[in-house]
């Protein structure tokens, strides 16, 4: 392939570019004359007058990756001074892409430890995406340029141009550019605890803030269960004096861990609650293992203990077997046994959390410029791009420009908790601000700069360093894969999610990717924040995706447009139903399977003849012979036709079954050789439960 690229470098070095050179002469002056830059012209003109020049610029630009050029591409090289600043953009982030990206080029290995696009991985390897893709197409799998492909098949695509492929972490702590900078200044204060309650769904969490914040929030959750994070401040009076203590509730359906761990990892304080009628349960052992690896303070809150017949000795046990032992049984942790519905010891577990937060001394500074993070960010109708988020350093102020990975903005608005509009916002504060010209990412930091420019700066390395943690993109990265013996191809589901914020979309993508995807995958289309839109159903229409629409109102005309085109538009407000119907809808598009079951057999005496066709007399050996079912026709213990049983007589009557012990006259349509002593088994077909 190298002796092809070498040959057709050399053709072009042949190829007579006076045209050329006159052609780019013409249009540089014509250019450059407005702006009055002759020297400059002349000196343009002057890098591209050498064949051999031209030659070094496309040799030198990449060994290892095959370019070939045509003579109008050359031509487009020459005028790459009047690249539009979108272009120039793009190439630099690419360029900073290959060079952070690509560790240890000499030895030829490439770290590949996320699932990424054919594109990025062509930069990797700095490998055409063209040839990229005939080379698994030859493999059997079918991709596009911007498709997402698994960890396992970019390191067999890397082994295949000897690479060698490294799963690891990148040697650049990637986190860093969302960590918090160090509080350590003279102008430090202490700061209220963030408190995150995490537990198994159904165990009490959200009673237990309705009994401190003395609310009835549960009784109005859609299902009884929490589908969203919810941050509040309490004054909790201790020692004398009003401490402030920011409580995160967080849903406890495992649909949700993506915003569970995004609670924990700004957390100060968990509170672990366990049901005191329930024991531990999958999301429990969740939350213990995510606190143990975190080295996160925290407290046990053993709820339900009003309920009858409890074991709460069982419960000490079962926590016990994790290495979490309470303080009666000489552990270190601190157990609280409360009743959220009766307010049973909720000030016992109020001071144990006064005094834990006492204990581990958190610091803000007032003076420096502010840093959280973001809860949740959604779209509103009327106010724009909303974000909930708590400050964990610095202040806040409207006017500030503020960034957050890909997406910054200036703050027009800030609003506290209570709804109270605010000029200036201390640490630990909960927050609605408006002023995003995106929609960021929800668990990302934020952090304010002095400038637009550090704002785009800071975005570009963002983009430059950030790893495929989109869930959408796991998701999709299912390649299609085709069987060219059997000529089939395993059956796609598009889909359309509509939601109301961030955190929800990666909760449904999440439990999408719990189901099995053997025979049935899902495609997501496009996942996005607000109401179903006329785009969305000419989408749907085209691609015959279903539009799922969860806790978003849908205007009556968009209903009446979907009917009318024959559009599935499904509205949810509970992640149960969701999932159900979904699995439901990907198992109705699953064909069919039977199972054969042996109902009798019969044999053959006798054959004649008549208008219709032969018809073999038999007598039923076992079981009964059924009109239409399926029969096998053995000889000599040899298989010599499969079809369908079409006449069953008996004594010239026709009729449905004939059993044991009974002669019998039988004809199919498209089969006459019958011969004495044939063997012939009839079958009943079963339809299989679908399974995914």
């Not at 450059?32 to 890098?47: C, P, R, T």
């Not at 019958?674 to 079963?686: C, N």
Request: glycine content about 4%; aromatic content about 6%; proline content about 2%.
């Amino acid at each position: 392939m190298d002796q092809d690229f070498q040959s057709s470098l050399e053709t072009k070095s042949t190829i007579k570019n006076s045209d050329f050179n006159l052609k780019f002469e013409k249009k540089t002056k014509n250019v450059f004359k407005q702006d009055g830059k002759s020297k400059l012209k002349k000196k343009k003109v002057d890098i591209i007058d050498s064949d051999q020049d031209q030659y070094n610029i496309f040799k030198k630009k990449n060994k290892s990756k095959l370019v070939v050029n045509t003579h109008d591409d050359l031509d487009n090289t020459g005028a790459g001074s009047i690249k539009s600043n979108k272009q120039k953009k793009k190439e630099r982030v690419k360029r900073k892409l290959s060079v952070n990206v690509d560790i240890n080029k000499d030895d030829k290995s490439v770290i590949i430890d996320s699932p990424l696009s054919i594109e990025q991985l062509s930069i990797k390897l700095q490998i055409p995406p063209a040839e990229i893709i005939t080379g698994l197409f030859l493999q059997g799998v079918s991709v596009t340029v911007n498709q997402i492909v698994d960890v396992s098949t970019a390191i067999q695509v890397a082994q295949k141009y000897n690479f060698t492929a490294l799963n690891q972490k990148h040697k650049l702590d990637l986190g860093q550019l969302n960590k918090l900078q160090e509080v350590k200044s003279s102008t430090c204060i202490n700061r209220a605890p963030i408190i995150t309650i995490l537990g198994h769904v159904d165990h009490g969490k959200t009673s237990l803030l309705d009994a401190i914040r003395n609310t009835d929030f549960v009784s109005k959750e859609i299902g009884g269960i929490t589908q969203s994070i919810s941050a509040y401040e309490v004054n909790y009076s201790y020692d004398s004096l009003n401490k402030k203590l920011i409580f995160i509730d967080t849903p406890g359906h495992e649909a949700f861990s993506n915003m569970r761990l995004r609670c924990a990892q700004i957390t100060d304080i968990v509170i672990l609650i366990v049901a005191a009628d329930d024991g531990l349960k999958p999301q429990t052992i969740e939350a213990i293992d995510y606190i143990v690896s975190k080295k996160l303070p925290y407290i046990v809150a053993i709820n339900k203990i009003d309920k009858i017949d409890v074991n709460l000795a069982k419960i000490r046990e079962q926590l016990a077997n994790y290495n979490i032992i309470s303080t009666d049984w000489g552990g270190e942790i601190t157990f609280v046994e409360i009743s959220a519905l009766k307010k049973i010891n909720i000030d016992r577990l109020l001071t144990a959390v006064s005094t834990l937060g006492e204990s581990i001394n958190l610091a803000a500074d007032p003076k420096q410029l502010a840093q959280g993070i973001i809860l949740e960010a959604y779209l509103d109708k009327t106010k724009g791009t909303v974000v909930n988020t708590i400050i964990l350093n610095g202040t806040l102020k409207v006017g500030d420009i503020i960034v957050s990975d890909n997406s910054y903005g200036r703050v027009k608005k800030i609003v506290n908790n209570l709804g109270h509009e605010l000029s200036i916002a201390e640490p630990s504060s909960i927050l609605q601000v408006l002023g995003f010209s995106s929609i960021p990412q929800s668990g990302k930091y934020f952090s304010v700069v002095h400038t637009e420019k550090e704002a785009k700066k800071l975005m570009i390395e963002n983009s430059s360093f950030s790893i495929i943690d989109n869930t959408k993109n796991l998701l999709n990265s299912h390649l299609k894969s085709y069987n060219y013996n059997n000529k089939t191809s395993i059956k796609n589901l598009n889909l359309i999610i509509k939601a109301d914020t961030q955190g929800t979309i990666d909760a449904i993508i999440n439990s999408f990717l719990q189901i099995p995807q053997n025979k049935i995958k899902l495609n997501i289309l496009t996942s996005s924040l607000g109401v179903v839109s006329s785009t969305d159903l000419d989408l749907a229409f085209n691609t015959q995706a279903l539009i799922i629409a969860f806790n978003i109102n849908i205007a009556t005309n968009i209903l009446n447009a979907a009917e009318k085109l024959n559009v599935h538009l499904c509205k949810f407000v509970l992640i149960y139903d969701l999932i159900d119907y979904v699995k439901n809808y990907m198992l109705d598009l699953i064909d069919p399977e039977y199972d054969k079951l042996l109902i009798g057999q019969a044999k053959v005496q006798t054959t004649f003849f008549v208008n219709k066709g032969t018809v073999a007399g038999c007598i039923v050996k076992s079981g009964k012979l059924k009109k239409n079912a399926l029969i096998n026709v053995y000889r000599e213990d040899q298989l010599i036709y499969e079809g369908v049983l079409d006449s069953l007589k008996r004594m010239k009557d026709d009729v449905e079954e004939v059993v044991t012990g009974n002669e019998c006259g039988i004809m199919c349509k498209d089969y006459s050789l019958w011969q004495p002593k044939d063997l012939i088994e009839v079958y009943e077909l079963y339809e299989k439960s679908k399974i995914l």
